[in-house]
């Protein structure tokens, strides 16, 4: 999904690599006088590598004037290219079909990578370099094999060495959709690998070619046309051409004639005086090379050695156990320190929420904490709260990604009665299990939330119903206790309150004002869940889902009281609240009026996850005195001071 700047720039990678592919295919098949099995070559490494490809066709392959091929591609340089494309072509095909099944099977990221090493090589020895080089080779299959088996040994080992941890370390990186097959950055994250591995392979086949233990480009020309019976002849060969087709090698020695086809190998190195020494050894065409065996031996060492720290040091840093399955399509938030022991669980816990989730956008117009409407059914009070994705508005040109209950941030007030029977719908829209608790109250056992404590969460597309009378009055408020650490810190919560029965109890006020608080983590355009951990650190606070200068102001009057609900809905910080122009009275805390004896004046309440406090606070001089969270980053919008401040602030404008 484009949800990244990743995403489109990959649209236009793979438009381009559509485009190239294209351009090789067409061209190999109308102009290109090569072997069927180069055209493929091509044709397969320049859909993997885009634009690259292309560049290493022209460069290296393409005929530039009808008739030059076979000087053209000469130079070793070029002959090793042919030789890594072909290694290539066929390693990444099977890496590429190993790594979409193994991914879409849900098999961890280790095992991964052994079907695909194994698969790479398979397709790589056994179909491109046997089958397809036996067209070219003579002899049978089997000798086909057998005689490439070393040299796809050698190649595969470097590739896979840089394909290996480029893969693994990307895709096991922030953004995990690179394990997912249906999400473009998979591809993109294959394609930079097989570019990988192809540099990696290139030197070791320019060797493997200069000492004819592998093929290079070769130039066939179809008998019959313009060129085909121009092309060189090969060196002291006195059979007659073949008169059906005739094979240019030009990486290869020429090593005796075949009987039935006539191969040219125009070698670099192929000295005529070696190539006579090989004439007459085969009745096909044996590549003999001058590579010692010892030479063999030490490079093979090599890229054993490089195989292995390739597939074995990601491990190191990333846990390979997981599976694609196992981490969804998780973004992760920047900064979060992720090792080889980090499960899938707390990966998903800290990733961004998807904005492909998202249900309906809001503007900065748009607020939290309304009155929800309720209805009467049997003397029941009957509440509906519908939790699901939403674009929330925090700033002007500023939106989060939230979990939210019926669309608005926070939730939207319950406001009940002492004494009230009452039952709330809870429908699960969301792509996360949840439930809710009732933060404070007196409820049966059963409704009180806690998931797989009390209840089984609610999945996805699920409902509950919680059904209890209040049997308390004051601040309470709700959020989920199913993953409250990702959800309730992506905005699940809501202020509940609860009237007395006894309207004489209650503590007056001319004014009232809920204030919920929230931690936000917004970065690279992605809504991470604030938390007090690496990675987890909130950029944007807001109170009633708006960062100030968004928030409210209060209106007042010069001796008007203000109460002021402060609400712990704050899922990972304590919130120093401080109210300018003079101390107020703490009247209730966590919803329990104080005896007037007990109540008591200060000017900073430390409002933890979790608590209440109620304040009455006096208007005693006119002008605009703040409400303000005492630590001053969280008076900050990402930093950023607006206005005189940001995020934890309110005016109340007193006239
Ligand atoms: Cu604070």
Known sequence: MLIQPIDYFLLVWFALAAASTLYVAVDQYRNNPEPIVMKWGFILVTLYTGPLGLLLYVLADKEPHPGTHEEFIKPLSKQGIGSTIHCVAGDATGIIAAAVITATLGLPMWFDLIVEYVAGFSVGLFVFQALFMRSMMGGTYFENVRRSFVPEFISMNFMMAAMAPVMTLLMMSRDMRAMDPTQLVFWGVMSLGIMAGYALAYPSNVWMVAKSLKHGLMTERKPGTKFADEAPQPDKDDKPADPHSRHDMAAMKSGGGDKTKHHNMAAMGGKSGEGGDAKGEGDHDKMKSDATRPQVFALGMVSIVALAAGMIAPANSVNMRLSSRDVGDSIMPPGMIMDRTTPADAMRDMAAANPNDVRASYGLGVRGDRPLAFRIENGVKVFDLRASVINWTILPGVSVVAYAYNGQVPGPRIHIREGDRVRIDVHNELPDITSVHWH????????????????????????????????????????????????????????????????????AADHEYVVQLQEWLLREGLTFPAMPMEGGFANYFTINGKAYPATETIPMKVGETLKVRFIGTNNGMVHPMHIHGGPFQVVAIDGETLAPAQRYMADTVLVGPGQRYDVVWTARKPGKWLIHCHIPHHTANNNVETQGGGGLMAVIDVR
């Open 440 to 507: 404070g109250l007196i409820v049966p056992n059963q409704m009180d939330g806690p998931a797989y404590v009390t209840q089984a969460p609610i999945e996805p597309g699920g409902s509950y119903s919680y059904a209890f009378t209040a049997v308390q009055h004051g601040t309470y408020f709700y959020h989920p206790h199913a993953k409250p650490d990702r959800t309730q810190a992506l905005g699940l919560y809501g202020a509940l309150v609860i009237d007395p029965s006894d309207p004489a109890t209650e503590v």
